[in-house]
């Protein structure tokens, strides 16, 4: 069973910046992509980021672009989201997930595996 535990969340100012980890535990061989995504209050879980676990190749939602990184270690068994520039609307629970399948990875169904979200508070 994949394992994926959260680090990293925090109040934060507007304007700075923070770095979410994700240590991923378990047959990660079986993973295909790792992804990020957030949810507030009120709104339905939106995706941020995935990152190929093999390539690393990576691709970002248009509404974070420039403002959000997703990298991983050589060891392949932690990935990170580096988000800079926080606004207040960025408050959220940040989750990580990981998808066995290489389809629309742009959807939280397609990942078989979460985290336990990390908040991320940002205030003006």
């Known amino acids: 069973q994949v394992q994926l535990v959260e680090s990293g969340g925090g109040s934060v100012q507007a304007g700075g910046s923070l770095t979410l980890s994700c240590a991923v535990a378990?047959?990660?061989?079986?993973?295909?992509?790792m992804g990020w995504f957030r949810q507030a209050p009120g709104k339905e879980r939106e995706f941020l980021s995935r990152?190929?676990?093999?390539?690393?190749?990576?691709y970002y939602a248009d509404s974070v672009k420039g403002r959000f990184t997703i990298s991983r270690t050589n060891a392949k068994n932690t990935f990170a989201l580096q988000i800079d520039s926080l606004k207040p609307e960025d408050t959220a629970v940040y989750y990580c997930?990981?998808?066995?399948?290489?389809?629309?990875?742009?959807?939280?169904?397609?990942?078989?595996?979460w985290g336990q979200g990390t908040q991320v508070t940002v205030s003006s």
């Open positions: 997930a990981a998808a066995v399948t290489s389809v629309r990875l742009t959807i939280a169904a397609q990942y078989s595996y």
């Open positions: 378990g047959p990660t061989s079986t993973i295909y992509a």
């Open positions: 990152i190929t676990r093999s390539a690393g190749i990576t």
